[in-house]
Nanobody
Framework: QVQLVESGGGLLQAGDSLRLSCAAS????????MGWFRQAPGKEREFVAS????????YYADSVNGRFTISRDIDKNTVYLQMNSLKLEDTAVYYC??????????????WGQGTQVTVSS
């Protein structure tokens, strides 16, 4: 079992930067691939970014590519999502996920409770 806790969300203005964190505990974290997803009101959950357990491979949604960066710190059992040049459409609840597959689909075994990111004009 893996427990995931996201943090770092908040109320920002368009153009601001923010870093989300996802702290993992429980079973060995090191070999889990990690993903970030988000869900805006009235919309389905969508993929944002993912990173392989080695940290060598990453995927990004087209909508965030070049603005967001996913990274992981194995020693701290933590995954980060650095978000720059935030836009209104980035407003959503952001979820961290962990699983044996490195995939841009929601096929992850473990999910956090989410953290709210709100971007205003």
């Amino acid at each position: 079992q893996v427990q995931l806790v996201e943090s770092g969300g908040g109320l920002l203005q368009a153009g601001d930067s923010l870093r989300l964190s996802c702290a993992a505990s429980g079973r060995t974290f090191i070999r889990y691939n990690m993903g970030w997803f988000r869900q805006a009101p009235g919309k389905e959950r969508e993929f944002v970014a993912s990173i392989s357990w080695t940290g060598l491979n990453t995927y990004y949604a087209d909508s965030v590519n070049g603005r967001f960066t996913i990274s992981r710190d194995i020693d701290k059992n933590t995954v980060y999502l650095q978000m720059n040049s935030l836009k209104l459409e980035d407003t959503a609840v952001y979820y961290c996920a962990a699983g044996p597959l490195h995939t841009p689909t929601p096929n992850y075994d473990y999910w956090g409770q989410g953290t709210q990111v709100t971007v205003s004009s």
